[in-house]
């Protein structure tokens, strides 16, 4: 399995969230339990880069502790107003190769609330799944239910046979508590140390 074939030293995890914080509070507050619980228990973040919305609270609360994170940032993002990278900073020319990069980095994928880049993410990695390119697991943090439709259109899309699964569970893990879906991420791959 490729999953099998993704040798890296420690848990690295590519984190898709909003430049925005959105409108309800426990969308940050989320992104800042999800940043410290992930650098708690030693698994590395690789994500946009950015100080930005979500992007900034979830990886400056991962950086904070002395978490490993790298942001991957395309070259316009660093000739934006009040830019100001998180963590590891590794510039690239395009979206295209900052996503790329971010797939080589990482053994798994979690998706918090976000726009339409995030969804963009998102379904590009789960159709990568379906085509078989890799077979890393993809989370889903449903913080307020923000998701609830898109599971319902994937179950749906499930249901009338659009999409090769049997059950959401084949697709995705989806939790709505950062702790409970790190944990689910961390069982995939027998960890068992506390974090």
């Known amino acids: ?24 509070p426990e969308y940050a507050k989320h992104a800042a339990e999800l940043g410290k619980y992930l650098t708690s228990c030693k ?8 100080d930005y919305g979500l992007l900034g609270v979830m990886g400056n609360a991962a950086a904070e ?34 996503k790329k990069m971010m797939f080589d ?7 918090l609330p976000g726009g339409v880049g995030t969804m963009e993410e998102l379904t590009e990695i789960l159709t990568w799944a ?15 239910g923000y998701y609830d439709h898109f599971i319902k259109w994937l179950e749906r899309a499930i249901d009338d046979g659009f999409i090769p699964a049997q059950n959401i569970e084949e697709l995705l893990l989806v939790e709505t508590d950062p702790i409970q879906l790190v944990d689910k991420l961390r069982d995939k791959f027998n960890i068992k140390s506390s974090c």
């Open 43 to 50: 698994i590395g973040v690789v994500f946009g880069g950015s």
């Open 105 to 111: 980095k990482v053994n798994a994928f979690i998706a």
């Open 130 to 144: 379906k085509l078989d390119i890799h077979s890393r697991p993809v989370a889903l943090l449903n913080t307020a």
């Open 1 to 24: 399995k490729e999953r099998s074939r993704v040798h890296m030293e420690k848990l690295n995890v590519a984190v898709y969230c909003g430049a925005s914080l959105g409108k309800r």
């Open 65 to 98: 502790d002395g978490g490993m994170v790298t942001g991957i940032l395309p070259e316009f993002f660093t000739e934006m107003k009040d830019y100001k990278a998180v963590g590891k900073e590794i510039i690239v020319p395009d979206m295209h190769t900052r």
